[in-house]
Nanobody
Framework: QVQLVESGGGLVQAGGSLRLSCAASGRTFSTNTMAWFRQAPGKEREFVALSGWSGYRYYADSVKGRFTISRDNTKSTVYLQMNSLKPEDTAVYYC????????????????WGQGTQVTVSS
């Protein structure tokens, strides 16, 4: 089994920054893809960013240029640096992990964290 624990959410004003962290433990695969998704009230869970084991990164258009995903494989941890936050970024942010090669669909990921709330005030 795989366990994921997110941290770093909170309340921030528009234009501010937050850094999310997600630590994985257990059977985290020899190589893996780690990703961030988010879900706003009344909306479906949507892709934010992913990082492959080799360092490949991919972003949703809505966050490109503002968010940066990074990872530390020695710590089995993925980070999401969020800058220039907007009220529409308000959501619960979820970390996900699965085998290397997964893409931007939530259905490709079998292991999820409990989520961390990010609230951006205008």
């Amino acid at each position: 089994q795989v366990q994921l624990v997110e941290s770093g959410g909170g309340l921030v004003q528009a234009g501010g920054s937050l850094r999310l962290s997600c630590a994985a433990s257990g059977r985290t695969f020899s190589t893996n893809t780690m990703a961030w998704f988010r879900q706003a009230p009344g909306k479906e869970r949507e892709f934010v960013a992913l990082s492959g084991w080799s360092g490949y990164r991919y972003y949703a258009d809505s966050v490109k240029g503002r968010f940066t995903i990074s990872r530390d494989n020695t710590k089995s941890t993925v980070y999401l640096q969020m800058n220039s936050l907007k009220p529409e970024d308000t959501a619960v942010y979820y970390c996900a992990i699965d085998r290397e090669g997964r893409g931007n669909s939530r259905y490709e990921y079998n292991y999820w964290g409990q989520g961390t709330q990010v609230t951006v005030s205008s």
